[in-house]
Structures are given as C-alpha cells and as structure tokens.
C-alpha cells in the first residue's frame, strides 16, 4: 500500500511503484543501503590507514597481510575499491567463508583462480595444480593474491595451510600473497602459540575500528551529498544520537539513518532530529543492535506518525 505524506495529500505510489523516499527529498538514489559499495567509501581517518595496509601489502609483496575490523566497519567496501584498483598484472583468487579440511581449501582457492578443482582429486593432485598455475602467472609476468574473506571462519588447521601457500617461491620471488579480512576473533585467533608462525609471517596488519562523533557527521553528510541531497537533512543533534546508537559502526548507521528518512517521509517533515532517532531506534530495536538512547525530553512530532 502506498505512504500518505502527512500534509500533502500524495501518495508514495507513482507509476505503479512504490517509491521510498528518494524523490521526496530529492536524492538520486538510496543513500544508506546495506550493499557494499565502492562509490559510497569514505574515506574516516581509520579506513585511510586501513587502505594504506592494504596497498603497503601489495606494493611490497607481503606474505600476508591481515584487516579486521567489527561486523559492518567497511572492510569488504575497502576490499572492493582495492579490486579495482589494482595493476592488470595482478591475478586475484577472492575467497569468502572457506571451509573444511586442507584438500577443500585447495579446491576453493584453485576455484577463485579459475581453475578445474576435481572433487575426487587427491590433495597432491590438487596442490601439483595450484603450485603449476601459479608458476605459470609467474612466466607471465604476473602476481598472484589471494584474498579470503570472513577469514575469522578458518580453521587454525587451515590457516597453517595457507601458511605454507605462502612459502612457495621461485628463485627469490614468492609466487602467491595472502590477504585475510575478518572480524576481531581473527587476530585473537593468530595470537594462538600454535599459529606463531603465521603470525611471523605477517608483515602488513591493521584494526579497523569504530568512527568517531565527528567522522560519523562526516560520513552521514558524504553519503547524503553522493545520492544528491542539495541541503542538510540531519541535523547535528541527529548525528550525534546515531553515533550513540551505533557505536560508529557503518552498518549500523545505515540501517539507523535508513529508517530514519523512512520516518521523516512518513511524517511529512524534510529534517531529521535526535527526537526522530530516539523514536526510530526505540520502535526498531528489536534483536538488540542499537544502544539505547537517554530521551531528550521533547516529544516526537506526531502528525503523520509512521511506524512501518
């Protein structure tokens, strides 16, 4: 069914369709979705450093270079821009929650290559085959990067593993680079004694924390701009309680800032304010994800009132 806009006696549905909020603000898409997108990166003082890792990893050659951060901090966003950043020189095996023992690890990573990865095929079979495509990019003149994804998933088992991925070399050069990108159980994990090996071969490392206050007016206002907006729609009370809310976490913020222009619309009203947020995160937070927040004391506007 469509939204009455309070006051304006419209309808959300147009066309047929049911249009959100975009047109009603004026934005040229959805500012907050949930979707990993390169176009929206932000560039916080943490994700410059976090990318800086990234490039220093690559452009020196590590062995193995690790990114974690909290579930939503943007990890995968940065991971994305690097993919298309990256020299045509440059073979990439882009693995998201492998599993299982050291012969499906193979056949994942020779997968993310392209590679033929018989299920029936023994493990010497399978690393005869990784170890020969790699030589062959190497020919080529090309490098070889595997990046794994959700890599707080990997069995310590595994990550010796990949550890010994890393030792392949020809002459002095080292034939494959890992990165790992994973939540913070992912360095707890490598500061296992029985992965201090692993842990020596890291040379590019870094935590992707939380924003700040600041960052997360910044963010909020970048990603407003991005999809159109022409004028402020949060206001500074506004940012501030969803950096409450969300402890500066990106996915967090986008949900909370989703909703809240869901609301506003709903309302019939063009700016978003702490009371709305308030209301917004005590109707929406059902499984506990957003902090609860201390009441300004000034009743929500209740014209319109919208709770989808």
């Known amino acids: 069914m469509g939204f009455e806009k309070s006051g304006s006696g419209q309808t959300a549905r147009k066309a047929g369709r049911l249009d959100i909020y975009t047109e009603y603000f004026g934005l040229t898409r959805r500012p907050f979705t949930l979707q990993p997108d390169p176009d929206f990166l932000f560039w916080s003082g943490q994700h410059k450093k976090a990318y800086a890792m990234l490039e220093y990893g690559v452009m020196t050659n590590a062995p193995i270079t690790v990114i974690t951060g909290e579930i939503g901090a943007g990890k995968t966003t940065l991971i994305r821009h690097l993919l298309r950043n990256l020299e045509d020189d440059i073979t990439v095996g882009l693995i998201s929650n492998a599993h299982g ?48 994804d959700e890599a707080q998933n990997l069995a310590e088992n595994t990550l010796e593993e990949l550890r010994m991925f890393s030792n392949i070399n020809a002459d002095e050069d080292e034939l494959v680079q890992l990165i790992l990108v994973g939540q913070p159980e992912l360095r707890e994990k490598l500061a296992s004694p029985r992965l201090v090996q692993f842990a020596q071969r890291v040379s590019s490392d870094f935590h992707l924390s939380p924003m700040s206050k600041l960052a997360v007016r910044e963010y909020i ?63 929406r937070n059902v499984n506990g994800s957003f902090a609860p927040l201390k009441s300004s004391g000034r009743a929500p506007r209740q014209r319109g009132r919208f709770r989808p």
């Not at 969300?246 to 949900?255: A, D, E, H, S, W």
């Open 221 to 283: 206002d970048f990603r407003m701009l991005t999809s159109g907006a022409t004028r402020n729609v949060f206001t500074e009370d506004a940012a501030a309680a969803i950096h409450e809310a969300t402890g500066g976490v990106p996915r967090l913020i986008n949900q909370l800032c989703d909703y809240a222009l869901l609301y506003a619309f709903g309302e019939g009203v063009y700016r978003v304010d702490r009371p709305m947020i308030e209301q917004v995160v005590e109707d």
């Open 101 to 148: 023992d050291r012969g499906e690890l193979l056949q994942w990573v020779l997968m993310a290559l392209g590679q033929h990865a018989p299920e029936d095929a023994s493990y010497v079979s399978l690393f005869s085959r990784f170890q020969a495509h790699l030589i062959e990019e190497y020919n080529a003149g090309r490098r070889t990067i595997l990046i794994f």
